[in-house]
């Protein structure tokens, strides 16, 4: 049935009878039964026509809702909650292409697939544009079921492997994307005078239990801007989660890897310390050992060339 389909108006009123003149006079009675006859005859052509739109539309669903064809920016959305270190990948790709005036949600000639932030790479189909994400380590090689890719830049040398014995080309460009938080963001995080934390434990999602009762623990289950903004106020971060070190050398604070359980698998931790320029990862066991340990080396990472592989020639339809 259609909508808002302009309704003839109708006279449906009959004229009120006179006591003892309308009631009297035959010709009275014949004016009332020729209106009642025109209502009737109106009222049928207006049922009339509405039973046709039905037959009509019968058997046709409606149309889809409008779907431009936009940039879609894929990350690891879990379940069971936001994972900051996922999030941040909206954050920082939004960012980067807000300042240079560009929006994903822009009309395009075609549909694209981004993958930043993330070991995300067993998830991403022939055409995806990668800029940063990282091979996961745990997940089996047919897993991996691209035989194309767009590649911009990765989290580490050894995606960039992984991916060059594939016969995917790949430049030299390494870095997680979320490294540049500081550098992007520096008015949201600007430089403490003083760190207030000592020490900050950043678990990863799966060894968030293990950390109860500690002191200073960052849930990486919290807001991001909460979580970063914890992690830039340490003076040392001890971090089983990756994007807990990630945020760390964004801001150049020393931190810690503590290895708590077996849960994830350490190439992906590996790639990204040898992607920031570090000679090897450095692994602790305990909450003890971390504390004691020497900090991992400095980070050297290539922000320039990170930010300048970002793709914005997506945007250049």
């Given at each position: 049935?259609?909508?808002?389909?302009?309704?003839?108006?109708?006279?449906?009123?009959?004229p009120?009878?006179?006591?003892?003149?309308?009631?009297?006079?035959?010709?009275?009675?014949?004016?009332?039964?020729?209106?009642?006859?025109?209502v009737?005859?109106?009222?049928?052509?207006?049922?009339?026509?509405?039973?046709?739109?039905?037959?009509?539309?019968?058997?046709?669903?409606?149309?889809?809702?409008?779907?431009?064809?936009?940039?879609?920016?894929?990350?690891?959305?879990?379940?069971?909650?936001?994972?900051?270190?996922?999030?941040?990948?909206?954050?920082?790709?939004?960012?980067?292409?807000?300042?240079?005036?560009?929006?994903?949600d822009?009309?395009?000639?075609?549909?694209?697939?981004?993958?930043?932030?993330?070991?995300?790479?067993?998830?991403?189909?022939?055409?995806?544009?990668?800029?940063?994400?990282?091979?996961?380590?745990?997940?089996?090689?047919?897993?991996?079921?691209?035989?194309?890719?767009?590649?911009?830049?990765?989290?580490?040398?050894?995606?960039?492997?992984?991916?060059?014995?594939?016969?995917?080309?790949?430049?030299?460009?390494?870095?997680?994307?979320?490294?540049?938080?500081?550098?992007?963001?520096?008015?949201?995080?600007?430089?403490?005078?003083?760190?207030?934390?000592?020490?900050?434990?950043?678990?990863?999602?799966?060894?968030?239990?293990?950390?109860?009762?500690w002191?200073?623990?960052?849930?990486?289950?919290?807001?991001?801007?909460?979580?970063?903004?914890?992690?830039?106020?340490?003076?040392?971060?001890?971090?089983s989660?990756?994007?807990?070190?990630?945020?760390?050398?964004?801001?150049?604070?020393?931190?810690?890897?503590?290895?708590?359980?077996?849960?994830?698998?350490?190439?992906?931790?590996?790639?990204?310390?040898?992607g920031?320029?570090?000679?090897?990862?450095?692994?602790?066991?305990?909450?003890?050992?971390?504390?004691?340990?020497?900090?991992?080396?400095?980070?050297?990472?290539?922000?320039?060339?990170?930010?300048?592989?970002?793709?914005?020639?997506?945007?250049?339809?």
């Amino acid at each position: 049935m259609v909508e808002n389909e302009a309704t003839p108006a109708v006279e449906c009123a009959t004229p009120l009878p006179v006591a003892g003149l309308a009631e009297s006079k035959p010709e009275g009675r014949g004016v009332r039964l020729l209106e009642e006859a025109a209502v009737a005859q109106g009222v049928r052509k207006i049922v009339r026509k509405v039973r046709g739109l039905a037959r009509r539309d019968r058997g046709h669903a409606p149309p889809p809702p409008f779907q431009p064809n936009t940039i879609e920016l894929f990350y690891w959305k879990s379940p069971l909650g936001v994972n900051f270190g996922d999030y941040l990948s909206s954050v920082i790709v939004n960012k980067m292409a807000a300042d240079a005036g560009c929006f994903l949600d822009e009309e395009r000639p075609r549909p694209v697939r981004l993958l930043g932030i993330g070991s995300i790479l067993h998830f991403a189909r022939n055409g995806d544009v990668v800029w940063g994400s990282g091979i996961n380590g745990k997940i089996r090689d047919e897993r991996h079921v691209f035989s194309s890719l767009d590649v911009r830049a990765v989290r580490g040398p050894l995606t960039r492997d992984f991916l060059m014995r594939r016969g995917i080309d790949v430049p030299e460009v390494f870095g997680d994307p979320g490294i540049l938080v500081a550098d992007l963001l520096g008015c949201r995080f600007p430089k403490p005078a003083e760190r207030k934390t000592p020490v900050a434990f950043v678990p990863n999602f799966h060894d968030l239990p293990k950390m109860e009762g500690w002191e200073n623990v960052v849930s990486p289950l919290d807001y991001w801007a909460s979580v970063v903004r914890r992690i830039s106020e340490a003076s040392h971060v001890i971090s089983s989660s990756l994007h807990g070190l990630v945020i760390a050398d964004a801001f150049g604070i020393p931190c810690t890897y503590l290895r708590l359980s077996e849960e994830e698998n350490t190439l992906k931790y590996e790639d990204y310390v040898l992607g920031v320029g570090r000679a090897r990862l450095d692994i602790t066991r305990s909450r003890e050992e971390a504390v004691r340990a020497s900090p991992m080396g400095t980070a050297r990472p290539d922000l320039a060339r990170l930010k300048a592989s970002f793709p914005y020639d997506l945007w250049d339809c």
